[in-house]
């Protein structure tokens, strides 16, 4: 099946630094979402894209639909603790069922 | 509104028994969909019901089923429970009338087999 690659699988930073990951795919897909995970909860939608080449901001987040459409980043500037949680990039394509990565562990050192 | 609802949010079971986990979506979403999250694997598909119809199946053995309802609440149930099975059992529900498929995710149930 459809398989998304994450990187990284974790990272941990000083507060105020700037975060970025990416997610890759084998496939091409026609929409990039990404979620964020806080412990003992389920993933919240950060930010969509729909159109490749699409560069969406989020307050301190900032994502982009790869020209390609088999890759995304998200963007996290000046992180600050709450940041902290599992990242997860999540893909769909002609199957319209949701793939997603396994995600990224951000820790942040205040 | 009230968001996605799951329950239980916490449960032990033993080898052997079977579990019915519950879920109740965003008030007009008709989509449901379960995922099963381990530290290893991440977010694996279970399965999409839209309009009390399984629209999607992830590779999970007949163990694994699901329902739903004509008020679009569902159900999955996991019969003869092994050590594997224990994790995090997300269901999330999107409106579904086309195109993306954006789903809001519930806070899940915990499954531990002993």
């Known amino acids: 099946g459809q398989q998304l690659n994450q990187s990284p699988q974790s990272m941990f930073i000083q507060e105020g630094e700037d975060v970025s990951m990416n997610c890759t795919s084998s496939?091409?897909?026609?929409?990039w979402l990404w979620y964020k995970q806080d412990p003992g909860e389920g993933p919240v939608l950060l930010i969509a894209?729909?159109?490749?080449?699409e560069l969406t901001s989020n307050g301190r987040l900032t994502a982009q639909f790869g020209i390609t459409r088999k890759d995304s980043f998200l963007n996290i500037s000046a992180s600050i603790p709450s940041d902290v949680g599992i990242y997860f990039c999540?893909?769909?394509?002609?199957?319209?069922?949701?793939?997603f990565g396994k995600g990224m562990k951000l820790t942040v050192n205040p | 509104k009230a968001g996605v609802t799951q329950t239980p949010r916490y449960l032990i079971k033993t080898r052997g028994q079977q579990v019915t986990l519950s879920c109740s979506p965003i008030?007009?979403?008709?989509?449901v969909s379960w995922y099963q999250q381990t530290p290893g694997q991440g977010l694996q598909f279970l399965f999409e019901?839209?309009?009390?119809?399984?629209?999607n199946k992830g590779n999970f053995p007949g163990r694994f089923s699901g329902r739903q309802f004509s008020n679009s609440r569902s159900e999955m149930n996991v019969s003869t429970l092994e050590l594997g099975d224990s994790a995090l059992y997300l269901c999330?529900?999107?409106?579904?009338?086309?195109?993306?498929?954006?789903?809001?995710f519930g806070a899940g149930s915990r499954l531990t087999v002993l």
């Open positions: 999330a529900s999107s409106l579904r009338n086309s195109g993306a498929n954006v789903l809001t």
């Open positions: 496939s091409i897909f026609n929409t």
């Open positions: 894209l729909y159109k490749a080449g």
């Open positions: 999540a893909g769909q394509g002609g199957s319209e069922k949701l793939v």
């Open positions: 008030s007009g979403h008709r989509s």
């Open positions: 019901y839209f309009s009390e119809t399984q629209r």
